[in-house]
């Protein structure tokens, strides 16, 4: 069974608006770190954001937010005022943590194609 | 800072032949590890070390091969290539989660490889 499921294979957004990209996960260890990350054409992978599982807000930097709702297990990257440049894969990722039983390597969805509508 | 180096960007190889993908990181990062990407299957794990002298395999470790001799560097072979080995490779590092980071990942550049 997938660990991490992002049931977007594509988005469609118009520019200025917000977009939420959707990722559930699927964990019994009580510590775990939730990342997302970017991909834009170029192929490069950037880091977005990352959310702890005993961390009590939700994650921000700068327009991206993370919507961590712990008893749903999601963990829905929030883009606002999107732009052009935003146009890219994401990706969300999960890291069990060793201490409480889990591998710590990194698990990665299989992403979500964005697209940025002027 | 370099980050994460990863060489050669492309590389064309016929059926049965060998080749070597360099990974080097500049960061002391005792996580590294290597993946590839397909369209539709996001990003799979070949194999990862935790520290020089320690690897194991991933989700996909068939028909490849690594080592880990220093910190800095994680090279992956492949033995005798297949058309079915024909993907984009990422090389990443991070630091081992409660070691002082979140085990956030840097990534190479990634390496486009295309087996005929």
């Known amino acids: 069974a997938q660990k991490i499921t992002q049931t977007q294979p594509g988005m469609f957004v118009q520019e200025k608006e917000a977009v939420t990209l959707d990722c559930t996960y699927d964990?019994?260890?009580?510590?775990?770190?939730l990342f997302w990350y970017k991909q834009p054409s170029s192929g490069e992978m950037i880091f977005l954001i990352y959310?702890?599982?005993?961390?009590?807000q939700n994650a921000t930097e700068g327009r991206y937010s993370l919507n961590f709702q712990k008893a749903r297990k999601s963990a829905n990257l929030v883009i606002s005022a999107s732009q052009l440049g935003d146009s890219a894969m994401y990706f969300c990722?999960?890291?069990?943590?060793?201490?409480?039983?889990?591998?710590?390597?990194?698990?990665f969805g299989r992403g979500t194609s964005l697209i940025v509508h002027p | 800072n370099a980050g994460v180096t990863q060489t050669p960007k492309f590389q064309v190889l016929k059926t049965g032949q060998s080749m070597t993908l360099q990974c080097a990181q500049d960061?002391?990062?005792?996580?590294m590890s290597w993946y590839r990407q397909d369209p539709g299957m996001g990003l799979r794990l070949i194999h990862y070390?935790?520290?020089?002298?320690?690897?194991d395999q991933g989700e996909v470790p068939n028909g490849y091969n690594v080592s880990r001799s220093t910190t800095e560097d994680f090279p992956l072979r492949l033995l005798s290539a297949a058309p079915s080995q024909t993907s984009v490779y990422f090389c990443?590092?991070?630091?081992?989660?409660?070691?002082?980071?979140?085990?956030?990942?840097?990534f190479g550049e990634g390496s486009r490889l295309t087996v005929l």
């Open positions: 959310q702890g599982s005993y961390d009590q």
């Open positions: 960061m002391n990062h005792e996580y």
């Open positions: 990443a590092s991070s630091l081992l989660y409660g070691t002082g980071g979140t085990g956030e990942l840097f």
């Open positions: 070390s935790v520290g020089a002298g320690i690897t």
């Open positions: 990722a999960m890291r069990e943590d060793a201490a409480s039983g889990g591998s710590y390597i990194p698990t």
């Open positions: 964990t019994s260890d009580p510590s775990y770190g």
